[in-house]
């Protein structure tokens, strides 16, 4: 399905519906706002929103509208009950459909303010994906890279430009992760990650030892009839593992 923004974010309240009679010309806008006034879609099976808790009571909806390739160009982040817009991001996709550009925006009474966003820098073989940040008050700095493998699945991400700095480590088995790995400069495993799959290959849980040698869920998912992620939920290794928060998506 298809829709023209105007009524999604008239219903969401984005922006005013009714004719403004005042008569001072707009401010200077982003550049990246045009995807306002472009052509969304809501492609059926598509996540058409999620919403997260942390030790507090869930959080608004976050929206997600797509472009007519199926990329999620838009995230319009709701106050809890819908009642207000507090911020929404702006993604741009490069001919490969990837992701190259994150661009965050606050709004408050009605204007729209751009506060930071991410870029990222791909290699000509398409295996490392060095990631910046810019915001209104810094420069553009660099924050961390990926590597890729030729199946296109990520091996690391690292926190700093050089091999050896502290990073997550991605082991594979069967073409999926089956570890993770959280190595320090000096290239000492910290903590260690196993991921466990359900019958079906869907992951079932993130399990997780460190230090004390201890394992136990991390995070947990689960699935709707169709196989869709409805639920990540998350506890804490550090305090026994008691719960903290879960993610929730529901879908077009």
Known sequence: MKQSLIIAVCFLGLVSCTNDPDPTPAAPT?????????????????????????????TGYTYRYYDARGNNV?????????????????????????????????????????TTSLTSIFSDDGL???V????????????????????GGKTEWRFGYEENTEKYRYVYENGRISEEHWVLENG????????????????????????????????????????????????????GFAYTGMTEYVYY
Not at 32 to 46: C, F, I, Q, R, W
Not at 85 to 106: G, P, Q
Not at 135 to 148: L, Q
Not at 201 to 221: I, V
Request: no cysteine.
């Open 132 to 151: 910046y940040k810019a915001s209104v008050d810094a420069k553009e700095a660099y924050r961390y890279s990926y590597i890729y493998n030729a199946d």
């Open 74 to 114: 838009l995230r319009v982040r709701m106050s809890p009950e819908d009642k207000d817009t507090l911020s929404i991001s702006i993604f741009k996709f490069d001919e490969k459909d990837r992701a190259i550009e994150n661009l965050f925006f606050t709004y408050e009474a009605g204007v729209f303010e751009w």
């Open 30 to 58: 982003h550049e990246a706002l045009s995807v306002l006034d472009e052509e969304l879609y809501t492609p059926k099976g598509k996540i058409k929103a999620s919403r997260t808790n942390h030790l507090t009571p869930l």
């Open 128 to 130: 490392r994906e060095d």
């Open 188 to 239: 000492e495993i910290f903590e260690q990650y196993h991921y466990r799959y359900r019958d079906d290959g869907l992951l079932e849980a993130r399990e997780t030892s460190g230090t004390r040698g201890k394992m136990d869920d991390a995070t947990q998912y689960e699935y709707n009839a169709s196989g869709q992620l409805i639920e990540v939920r998350n506890y804490d290794q550090y305090w």
